[in-house]
């Protein structure tokens, strides 16, 4: 029974690696946008930066030394530290200076705050300590990571818009939370469970926002699409009866003329 349960845990595992990977390379289609327009805009550089904290400690924690049989952890977090570090470079380079300073400050915040945890995991705690210290320090910026859309998310309230929220973005977090809970139950990982448990509830209320405002929005561009013909008519018609006045005028005073002479 043991070995079917690895075997299952093991699959879900690939299954996670891929929609994690997946997940982060959607952005991608955001950074075409941004680099096209050489602007932000309303995009936000925080989950990026969390994303990235997140990807450092998450593959600190799936090391042997720290976990055992957790390696996949390790090898997807470390692709999605790179990938994400390469997102917070490019949204940086085209950042206005405010914000910019604010992303610097953010960015080396994170670094010396996975400093300080690798550290204090390698010289203060071992065993079990470790696992338990290192475990909650990737579990706690996990959520703070998945939460980090939750800027997203009131926007798209308040402007009844998903512009800024892509579908796919919150589709494959929901993909691959969903894988990562599954292989943690199996591996009664209460640190992978709960982070990925947290993301996978909040990626299924951005869906849930995205097929509520979605509809609008296109109602929206139909509503203005009609309104702008309407006007367009109107002012045609406007046109029209203005150039048949000018006309009734003008034969009007040539009757006149032709009378008077007559």
Known sequence: MGGHVHTVQFVCGILGNAATL???LVPTFTFKRIIKNKSTEKFSGIPYIMTFLNCLLSAWYGLPFITSNNIL?????????AIELIYVIIFFLYAPNKQKVKILAMFVLVVLAFAAATAI?????HGKNRKLFCGTAATLFSIVMYESPMSIIRLVIRTKSVEYMPFFLSFAVVVSCSCWFIYAMLGMDPFIGTSTGVGLALGIVQLILYFIYCDKKVLNKKTCTHES???GNDHVDNVKSFNDEKQSSF????YADVHEQV
């Open 22 to 24: 997946f997940l982060f």
């Open 73 to 81: 952890i390790t090898t997807i977090n470390g692709a999605g530290a």
């Open 121 to 125: 995991s390698v010289v203060a705690f």
């Open 229 to 231: 013909l309407q006007m």
């Open 251 to 254: 034969h009007d005073k040539q």
